[in-house]
């Protein structure tokens, strides 16, 4: 999967980075000149290495993440090829979801106005992808407290559902 290239703001950012994968790629300051005058895809094509790089060390640094709209919160744990998830389906028809403080409020209250689903898949070589297309629909860098709070939630769930 190719991922989004990294915009100007963010490569100038990059700048050094990128100057130290042109130098792998055995391409000095002259030679990109070159490129960039006389073959404009190709330096494009580097440059979408480069994001592809960067973007997938990024991703796989990251352990969780989280989402929250008006009527889903989801929160996601990445271990190796595998991903977890807790999702919070808000089931008021008068309530939403605000922000992450507003669900963590609404879930403290007892009220029943919402139900929790919780699923683990391996997705082996393609945890990046998921991560990837995770981010661009709006998930946030979460941290560990906060799963370990909403995996605590859901086991009281659980534990309180048995018999």
């Not at 950012?13 to 000095?28: H, K, M, N």
Request: glycine share 4%; proline share 1%; with cysteine.
């Amino acid at each position: 999967m190719r991922f989004r290239k990294l915009s100007h703001v963010e490569l100038e950012a990059l700048s050094e980075e990128l100057i130290q994968f042109l130098v792998v790629q055995g391409i000095d300051d002259e030679l990109w000149r070159e490129i960039n005058k006389e073959s404009p895809r190709k330096a494009e094509e580097l440059v979408s290495l480069f994001s592809d790089t960067v973007l997938k060390k990024v991703y796989s640094k990251i352990s969780y993440l989280y989402f929250v709209s008006e009527q889903i919160f989801s929160i996601f744990k990445v271990e190796g090829e595998d991903m977890e998830a807790i999702v919070i389906k808000n089931k008021s028809k008068t309530v939403c979801f605000e922000n992450l403080n507003g669900v963590i409020t609404r879930i403290s209250n007892n009220n029943n106005d919402f139900e929790v689903l919780h699923a683990k898949r391996t997705l082996g070589d393609k945890i990046l992808d998921e991560i990837h297309t995770l981010t661009e629909k709006g998930c946030l860098v979460a941290e560990e407290e906060l799963w370990q709070y909403f995996s605590q939630f859901h086991k009281n769930l659980t534990n309180k559902a048995s018999f």
